[in-house]
T-cell receptor, first 115, second 109 residues
Framework: GAVVSQHPSWVICKSGTSVKIECRSLDFQATTMFWYRQFPKQSLMLMATSNEGSKATYEQGVEKDKFLINHASLTLSTLTVTSAHPEDSSFYIC???????????FGDGTRLSIL | GQNIDQPTEMTATEGAIVQINCTYQTSGFNGLFWYQQHAGEAPTFLSYNVLDGLEEKGRFSSFLSRSKGYSYLLLKELQMKDSASYLCAVTDSNYQLIWGAGTKLIIKP
C-alpha cells in the first residue's frame, strides 16, 4: 500500500520551456502533498506544501510564479516549472500523506535537465 | 530553532551491525521517521516511532526516547545493498516535518 506515482521520470528540454510533473497517490487519498528539490549530494529541500482544493504554501525563497502547483483532487498534484532555465535542472520529488502525523510516501522523482 | 543532528557518514562491514543516532530539538513532537535514500533515488519510508521504545521490522529496528530527544536506527546483518543515506525526520507540533541532513552509510565487504 501507500504507492505514489510520479511522471515523467526524466525530462530534457530547451531553456524557456515549461515542464509539468504529475504526482498521484494510487491507493490512498492524500490530504497533503509535498514537492521537494534535491541537488546532487545535497539534502532534500522542501519547496511547497499543498492541500487538496487550496493554494499551495511555498517555502521562503521559492518563487510561486515560477513553480506552479495545483492540487485539484485527493489523488493528484502537479508541479509546473514555467520558463525553465539551466539553473532549474535538479531532481524533483513529490510525496503524499493521509494523516497529519503520518509518514510521507515518496514518488520516484523526476530528473529535470534544461539545456 | 528546530534542529536534527545525525552523523554525516558512517562505515560498517558486511554482515555486521550498525547504529545510526539522531538527536532532535523541535517545537513539539508528533512522531519520528526514518527514511532510506539510495543515491539518485527518492527516499523510501523505513519506520515510525511516536512512543518510547523499540520498533522492530526485520533487520531494521528503530528506538525512541522522547525525554532525551533521541532516536537510533539499528541495522543488523548488513548487506551491500544497505549502502545508502539514512534520513531522520521529526514532525513538530504544527505537523511540519523537519528533516535531518542524512547519514551516508558505506558498507565494505
Amino acid at each position: 500500500g501507500a504507492v505514489v506515482s510520479q511522471h515523467p521520470s526524466w525530462v530534457i528540454c530547451k531553456s524557456g520551456t515549461s515542464v509539468k510533473i504529475e504526482c498521484r497517490s494510487l491507493d490512498f487519498q492524500a490530504t497533503t502533498m509535498f514537492w521537494y528539490r534535491q541537488f546532487p549530494k545535497q539534502s532534500l529541500m522542501l519547496m511547497a506544501t499543498s492541500n487538496e482544493g487550496s493554494k499551495a504554501t511555498y517555502e521562503q525563497g521559492v518563487e510561486k510564479d515560477k513553480f506552479l502547483i495545483n492540487h485539484a483532487s485527493l489523488t493528484l498534484s502537479t508541479l509546473t516549472v514555467t520558463s525553465a532555465h539551466p539553473e532549474d535542472s535538479s531532481f524533483y520529488i513529490c510525496s503524499a500523506r493521509t494523516l497529519e502525523a503520518g509518514p510521507q510516501h515518496f514518488g520516484d522523482g523526476t530528473r529535470l535537465s534544461i539545456l | 530553532g528546530q534542529n536534527i543532528d545525525q552523523p554525516t557518514e558512517m562505515t560498517a562491514t558486511e554482515g555486521a551491525i550498525v547504529q545510526i543516532n539522531c538527536t532532535y530539538q523541535t517545537s513539539g513532537f508528533n512522531g519520528l521517521f526514518w527514511y532510506q535514500q539510495h543515491a539518485g533515488e527518492a527516499p523510501t519510508f523505513l519506520s515510525y516511532n511516536v512512543l518510547d521504545g523499540l520498533e522492530e521490522k526485520g533487520r531494521f529496528s528503530s528506538f525512541l526516547s522522547r525525554s532525551k530527544g533521541y532516536s537510533y536506527l539499528l541495522l543488523k546483518e548488513l548487506q551491500m545493498k544497505d549502502s545508502a543515506s539514512y534520513l531522520c525526520a521529526v514532525t513538530d507540533s504544527n505537523y511540519q516535518l523537519i528533516w535531518g541532513a542524512g547519514t551516508k552509510l558505506i558498507i565494505k565487504p
